[in-house]
């Protein structure tokens, strides 16, 4: 019985810290999504992203897409005809997986000049990320020291329990 609670001790805790690993998922224009409406770069400017983090880009399948620019010149022209890559399921996710800026814009004919376009900036190391929250600003703050605390607790039991 003591050598299962033992495994059971070590794979929570296991899956606690490889959560911790794993990047954020940043909710594009936070709940109200990829739409012209929303200020993207403001929202953008809010966030902080770090490699292994992910964008969620959300919108209307049809009405909106999803198109990746390769420049800074071709993100303030607009320059939709030199893309990198272009996604239009309406629940699209795009990796961070090297720290610089990146350029998306939306697809449909008018909107990047209309505004719907971001430029974001990928750090690397230590940074927080920060993933939008549908609630509050501060609650992506408050969920990450309650999961640090969590964590700390588990980590003391688990020594504690070893130990002694």
Partial sequence: MKGKFRIFSLLFLLTLMARQAFGAQHVVGGSQGWDESVDLNSWASGQTFKVGDQLVFKYSSGLHSVVELGSETAYKNCDLGTA??????????????????????????????????????????????????????????????????????????????YLF
């Fill in 84 to 161: 990198l890559d272009t996604k239009n399921t309406g629940n699209d996710v795009v990796k961070l997986n090297k720290v610089g800026t990146r350029y998306f814009a939306c697809g449909t004919l008018g909107h990047c000049d209309q505004g719907m376009k971001m430029k974001i900036t990928t750090v690397a190391g230590n940074a927080p990320s920060t993933p939008a929250s549908a609630s509050t600003s501060a609650a992506p703050a408050v969920r990450s020291f309650a999961n640090f605390l969590l964590q700390i607790a588990l980590s003391m039991a688990f020594l504690l329990y």
